[in-house]
């Protein structure tokens, strides 16, 4: 069973930076497309960012030009560079793992962009 840890969430204000990591349990990470999601109170989970086992990236339009998405695979880790930071950003993000139909999620980080 694969286990997704995430990190990095916190408090910032806006137009701040923060850094999220998932840190993969098992080695096989590196053929995971990896993701990150969120869900704000009261809305619907939604994507956030995607990163295919070769690199391809995918990103929601809300966060184009602001949000990085990377992978280390040595280090079973994805990451997910936050800049420029909006109240409307504030959520509980999730990191998702993908392989053969398999889905792992990780328990969540809270991100809150308040001033």
């Known amino acids: 069973q694969v286990q997704l840890v995430e990190s990095g969430g916190g408090l910032v204000q806006p137009g701040g930076s923060l850094r999220l990591s998932c840190a993969a349990s098992e080695s096989i990470f590196r053929m995971f497309t990896m993701g990150w999601y969120r869900q704000a109170p009261g809305k619907q989970r939604e994507l956030v960012s995607t990163?295919?086992?070769?690199?391809?990236?995918n990103y929601a339009d809300s966060v184009k030009g602001r949000f990085t998405i990377s992978r280390v695979n040595a280090q079973n880790t994805v990451y997910l560079q936050m800049n420029s930071l909006k109240p409307e950003d504030t959520a509980v993000y999730y990191c998702?793992?993908?392989?053969?139909?398999?889905?792992?999620w990780g328990q969540g980080t809270q991100v809150t962009v308040s001033s």
């Open positions: 998702k793992g993908t392989i053969a139909g398999l889905i792992y």
């Open positions: 990163i295919t086992n070769t690199g391809t990236t």
